[in-house]
């Protein structure tokens, strides 16, 4: 026989149980139905992501120190490697954590970020590739700053809402090939090579946006997403050290 006390505690464990289920069920309203499999498999390929970005931020500096010599060459690959592990980092807190507060909080950290890194790359590629176009690498570092910020700010406080998330997909597509308008410059400033490697990555991040898309009705295909991303942000930065700052 179970004495009174012991009954009470059950039914307290049992209260408290129910109490959790049902606000991860709460909380599950706010984020895609992937399994925890899926999660624990975009957590991790976007740790490689973050030990890219620590990779890319030292190489990156080192080799602008080494060749370039100049203060905007120098702050850009900062800039750039700092956005990488930036990104990647708060990505993968998200998809690790389980369905709370704290995973709506940097679920929002996640999509910013992504405009965060936008604007990082660019910076090379206006102040490092495009640097003998001045004052045009400047108008366009302007431009994907201030359409990046919108991106930044829509994302902070409203990303739930069905017309921001539309926005947002078709903000990357524009901010990230606006680089075409520019491409003979960037041609004729890196060469073929160079601008090939940046064009690859843009067209590798395009279709990883068609995963994304798709992530909520196909396992895994959001974890696809993370890896065309991941390739997309390699490319182009092998395509700034090597060309834009090494040749």
Known sequence: MKTAREEFKEELKEEKIKEKNEYHEEMAKYFPPYTRGEEIFNAVSHIVGGALGILALVIGVVFAVIYQKTTGAILSMIFFGLSIMLLYTMSAIYHFLYPNKAKRVFRIFDHC?????????????????????????????????????????????????????????????????LIVCFMPWLIESVGMGGALLILFGGISYTIGVIFFALGKKVRYFHSIWHIFDILGTALQFLGILIYGIIL
């Open 113 to 177: 970020t992504i405009y965060v890194l936008i604007c990082g790359t660019y910076a090379p590629v206006c102040f490092i590739l495009l640097n003998n176009y001045q004052p045009w690498n400047f108008v366009i570092f302007a431009i994907v700053s201030f359409l990046c910020l919108i991106g930044v700010v829509f994302n902070a406080i409203m990303l739930d809402k069905k017309p921001v998330k539309i926005m947002s997909q078709i903000l990357y597509l524009i901010v990230g090939w």
